[in-house]
């Protein structure tokens, strides 16, 4: 990245800014250098559909050169970002021409399509609350840890509107799902964002738990 800073041009961009729109297609490569970018699509009736969050590393863009495309897709930033923009030719100097970072493009790229197979898997054979914990699992894998003066866990920058969107699901079913997880100790919420506190604890309710009170699954918290 710091080769790629003092060769190419750096973006930054405020949260909220349209960064990729399919009504003006450009023949650009995005790389997230920080921050955070979430890909989604507008139904016919105008309602999102989130696709992906993206941290730094993550490519976006339109780069036939390496199989990216965005199709219908939008960019949008969800916090402050600073972006490195690649043309064609930058791909090419830049980044194919060296093995390593090539083999990280394909590995990533490979990673995005995983993702959305599960997250497809999720949709059929889950449940709205595993649905929701799966995802925030996923995401805190790549989210920075909270401050100092708060409990210590993966932030992650989501509004409930946007994690409804990214599950399939209704604002909400969204929020009343998180005062649930919240109510459990496994995370905590505040404005425009959520921290994970216990991420096993997570991850059991995504395999295993409803979040019903009376669940035969709920995962057993210590001295149970």
Known sequence: MADLAARAPMRTAAAGTLLWS?????????IVKAGSVRIYRLSPEGRRLTLAVLGPGALFGEMELIGQRMGEGFAEALEPSVLCLMSEHDVRTMLLSDTRIA?????????????VEQRLADTVLKTAPQRVAAVLCRLAT??????????????????????????????ETATKLLGELREAGLI????????????EGLRAVAEHWDLGL????????AGE
Do not use: K, M, W, Y
Request: proline share 8%.
């Open 142 to 171: 790549a989210a920075p840890e909270s401050g100092l003066f708060a409990p210590r866990g993966f932030h992650i920058r989501l509004t409930h509107e946007q994690l409804a969107e990214l599950v399939g699901t209704t604002r």
């Open 103 to 115: 083999t990280r493009i394909i590995t990533g790229l490979g990673r995005r399509l995983a993702e």
């Open 214 to 221: 009376g669940s035969p699954h709920r995962p057993a918290r």
């Open 188 to 199: 905590r919420l505040h404005r425009g964002g959520i921290v994970v506190l216990d991420l």
């Open 22 to 30: 399919p009504h003006e297609p450009h023949n650009v490569l995005f």
